[in-house]
């Protein structure tokens, strides 16, 4: 089945700066790879996707690239904002149905 | 309605014990997974419902775990005899179809507590 790695689990950012997460997967049948944020106590929501017919993706201050030849893809953050500060998740669908996520990766955008 | 609703939205119960949880997915969903997700760690897929077809339970843990759903609507994840280790957030989501590339949107989960 799918694996999906996440680096790092943590990160800490002064506000204003740019932060960026990045996840590795296994199954080259994967063609679609969301990114999802967790504040404490709160549902995962999603914030972008991408899928494999595109090599990025950019919505305002988040933007998602994808290389599917070395099999990783990264989540951008510019301009990062105390409110930015959550658990990150990446995530990859195999050749199953189901989502596989990385296991997380806690921002602190620090004021 | 208007998100993914899930009940209840905590639960505390003794090692032992049967607990049933419930998930009501966005209307006109087709497809509806559980995730189990314990304290820091990420999501664990646990089961997949598309429509009348059989569901996928490749992610159950073991056969103390089982779910249910009937056509398009409400489903229920029962964990029998509970274990300790069975503590977790258990997440439900859903889309609009069981393609591997539709957005799946989450509930705000069910806190399960075993004593």
């Known amino acids: 089945g799918e694996n999906v790695e996440q680096h790092p689990s943590t990160l800490s950012v002064q506000e204003g700066d740019s932060a960026v997460i990045k996840c590795t997967y296994s199954d080259s049948a994967s063609n679609y790879f969301p990114w999802y944020k967790q504040e404490l106590g709160k549902r995962p929501q999603l914030i972008i996707d991408?899928?494999?017919?595109?090599g990025e993706k950019k919505d305002q201050r988040i933007a998602v690239t994808l290389n599917k030849t070395a099999k990783h893809f990264s989540l951008h953050i510019t301009e990062t904002q105390p409110e930015d500060s959550a658990v990150y998740f990446c995530?990859?669908?195999?050749?199953?149905?189901?989502?596989?996520f990385g296991s997380g990766t806690q921002l602190t955008v620090l004021p | 309605g208007a998100g993914v609703s899930q009940s209840p939205s905590n639960k505390v119960t003794e090692k032992g014990k049967d607990v049933e949880l419930r998930c009501d997915p966005i209307s006109g969903h087709t497809a509806l997974y559980w995730y189990r997700q314990r304290l820091g760690q990420g999501l664990e897929f646990l089961i997949y419902?598309?429509?009348?077809?059989?569901?996928?339970k490749s992610g159950l843990p073991s056969d103390r775990f089982s779910a249910e759903r009937t056509g398009e609507s409400v489903s229920t994840l029962t964990i029998q005899r509970t274990q300790q280790e069975d503590s977790a957030v258990y997440l439900c989501a859903s889309s609009t179809l069981g393609y591997r590339n539709q957005p799946q949107h989450f509930g705000d989960g069910t806190r399960l507590s075993i004593l």
């Open positions: 995530a990859a669908t195999g050749s199953a149905r189901q989502l596989t």
């Open positions: 991408i899928r494999s017919n595109v």
């Open positions: 419902f598309q429509g009348n077809s059989a569901p996928d």
